[in-house]
Nanobody, 116 residues
Framework: QVQVVESGGGVAQPGGSLRLSCAASGSIFSTYVMGWYRQAPGKQRELVASITRGDIVNYADSVKGRFSISRDNAKNTVYLQMNSLKPEDTAVYYC??????????WGQGTQVTVSS
């Protein structure tokens, strides 16, 4: 099974920035798509952004223009640069890595809190 580890969460002020990292242990066949999801208390987990090995990206409408996803294929690592943070961005952020199909593997999550 693919091992996924997130890092970079923390506390930021509104309008501030954070950069999340996700390292996966799988091959190109198990890390074709890597993505970030988030889950706020009492709410369903939702897709934030995803990226394929060929750098095709997808963003939730709520983060377009503020967040940027990128990856280093040689390191099987994906990054999420979060700018202009809002209090509603507060959530546990999870990384997922999968192949062309399938559910993939999840990381343990990293807390992001946006507050004054």
């Amino acid at each position: 099974q693919v091992q996924v580890v997130e890092s970079g969460g923390g506390v930021a002020q509104p309008g501030g920035s954070l950069r999340l990292s996700c390292a996966a242990s799988g091959s190109i066949f198990s890390t074709y798509v890597m993505g970030w999801y988030r889950q706020a208390p009492g709410k369903q987990r939702e897709l934030v952004a995803s990226i394929t090995r060929g750098d095709i990206v997808n963003y939730a409408d709520s983060v377009k223009g503020r967040f940027s996803i990128s990856r280093d294929n040689a390191k099987n690592t994906v990054y999420l640069q979060m700018n202009s943070l809002k209090p509603e961005d507060t959530a546990v952020y999870y990384c997922n890595a999968r192949g062309l199909t399938g559910l993939g593997s999840w990381g343990q999550g990293t807390q992001v809190t946006v507050s004054s």
